[in-house]
């Protein structure tokens, strides 16, 4: 069994600030890792992944996240934010094909104080 | 990368009727496509798996006879919500994946709004 928790459902940063997201995982088997971002009444736009390999991984607009496994973690960060990364985000874990059905985190609305 | 279109991107329909979702993947053959449902301001919940030519398999607590799910071509699968109620109102989205691939690709997800 697989399951994902977020922690802070709701995190709000500055423009230019840091922005962290964090993901923690359980999973019986070598997992991958998924981070989505979701914009209003759209649907999830991939950001990164963990596959095999390199613990530090980089997205898309800026973002990384890095492995841990002895944390069981998979935060997400980005060292400034903008104003266009307000959104809901999601943590997912897969088996270790990667294409089987994913599990999500309950998500963490990001917003950004101007 | 690759293109999931999901039709319509939201619908309205009376209680008691019966509505239909397509999910197509526009430039690959997904081998798997997935079916979740998203409340408002909460997490995505899988229904069902079905891949191409064999019956879809239900998350528990779905019910199989209320959401039909066809995976008739690698290109295609629709989602039919029949006697749609009140309760079954959500945000449904597609996402499919191709063999050999670790990443799923998503539709843009329909609104349905039954009243």
Redesign the interface.
């Known amino acids: 069994a697989q399951s994902v928790t977020q922690l802070g459902s709701h995190v709000s940063v500055s423009e230019g600030a840091l922005v962290l997201l964090r993901c923690n995982y359980s999973s019986s088997v070598p997992p991958?890792l998924?981070w989505?971002v979701q914009y209003p009444?759209?649907?999830?736009?991939?950001l990164l992944?963990y596959?095999t390999g390199a613990t530090l991984v980089k997205g898309i607009n800026g973002f990384e996240a890095e492995f841990k496994k002895s944390e069981t973690s998979f935060h997400l960060t980005k060292p400034s934010a903008h104003m266009s990364d307000a959104a809901e985000y999601?943590c997912a874990v897969?088996g270790i094909?990667?294409?089987?059905?994913?599990?999500?985190?309950?998500?963490t609305?990001l917003t950004i104080i101007p | 990368g690759a293109v999931v279109s999901q039709h319509p991107s939201w619908v309205i329909c009376k209680s008691g009727t019966s509505v239909k979702i397509e999910c197509r993947s526009l430039d690959f053959q997904a081998t798997t496509m997935f079916w979740y449902r998203q409340f408002p301001k909460q997490s995505l919940m899988l229904m069902a798996t079905s891949n191409e030519g064999s019956k879809a398999t239900y998350e528990q607590g779905v019910e199989k006879d209320k959401f039909l799910i066809n995976h008739a071509s690698l290109t295609l699968s629709t989602l039919t919500v029949t006697s749609a109620h009140p309760e079954d109102s959500s945000f449904y989205i597609c996402s499919a994946t191709r063999r050999l691939n670790t990443e799923a690709f998503f539709g843009q997800g329909t609104r349905l709004t039954v009243v």
């Open positions: 991958y998924f989505y009444n759209q649907g999830l736009q991939l992944k596959t999601f897969s094909f990667g294409n089987e059905k994913l599990t999500f985190g309950t998500g609305r």
